[in-house]
């Protein structure tokens, strides 16, 4: 299984700054993939991010708004733009195992925005 | 689109109490089926999984699951819970040859000692 860690663990932020959410995986994957996690809510996936193209965001997701940069094949980031008190959520990265079924998820980071 | 459904939103059991938490997804098709647990302050981790084969799938520290095609569900079973299990379970499907999971809503478990 992969070893992921998150940076930020925990941050408040004021109403629209923006934040940049670091996952790091201890080895080299193809596909990592970023969820949100509201409260009291289900995992909801924000987008897939292959290194060397743009990522891919699920219906509700723009990139305007969580732009995701993937530099290489263990490293990606995610911002939230503009945050409002709506985006106070635990955001998660995730990986999959080499046969692609499998998701191991980091530790979050949560944010509340104020 | 997949969507996946849980049933009860919190269980509160005694310890050495039977567990059944159920899940049911929509899509028809050929799946892959998980359950994670989040213990309080960690890591979402995998507790079992189903891709093919035995429907009765056994994971980590006691737990099983049964996944019945004609029902569409995939049920977390332990006969005898204990104060550890304390946890939200989540369980999560997706379609073969895709990657991407669609979560429940998860349940959350008490267990009193």
């Known amino acids: 299984s992969a070893v992921i860690s998150q940076k930020p663990s925990r941050d408040i932020c004021q109403r629209g700054t923006s934040l940049t959410i670091q996952c790091q995986v201890d080895?080299?994957?193809?596909?990592m993939f970023w969820y949100r996690q509201q409260p009291g809510q289900s995992l909801t996936l924000i987008a897939t991010?292959?290194?060397?193209?743009?990522?891919?965001?699920e219906s509700g997701f723009v990139i305007d708004k969580f732009p995701i940069s993937r530099p290489n094949l263990t490293f990606s980031t995610l911002t939230v733009s503009n945050m409002s008190p709506e985006d106070s959520s635990i955001y998660l990265c995730?990986?999959?195992?080499?046969?692609?079924?499998?998701?191991?998820f980091g530790p979050g980071t949560r944010l509340t925005v104020t | 689109a997949q969507s996946v459904s849980q049933h009860n939103h919190h269980v509160i059991l005694s310890e050495a109490a039977s567990l059944e938490l159920g899940c049911n997804y929509s899509?028809?098709?050929?799946?892959?089926l998980f359950w994670y647990v989040q213990y309080p302050g960690q890591h979402l981790q995998l507790l079992l999984k189903?891709?093919?084969?035995?429907?009765l799938v056994k994971g980590i520290k006691g737990f099983e699951a049964e996944f019945i095609k004609s029902k569409f569900s995939f049920n977390l079973r332990k006969p005898s819970v204990q104060w550890s299990d304390t946890a939200e379970y989540f369980c999560?499907?997706?379609?073969?040859?895709?990657?991407?999971?669609?979560f429940g809503k998860g349940t959350m478990l008490l267990v009193s000692p």
């Open positions: 991010a292959n290194q060397g193209s743009e990522a891919t965001y």
């Open positions: 189903y891709f093919s084969g035995d429907p």
């Open positions: 080895s080299q994957v193809t596909m």
């Open positions: 899509y028809g098709g050929t799946v892959n």
């Open positions: 999560a499907v997706n379609d073969k040859g895709y990657s991407t999971l669609t």
């Open positions: 995730s990986v999959t195992d080499p046969k692609g079924y499998e998701q191991y």
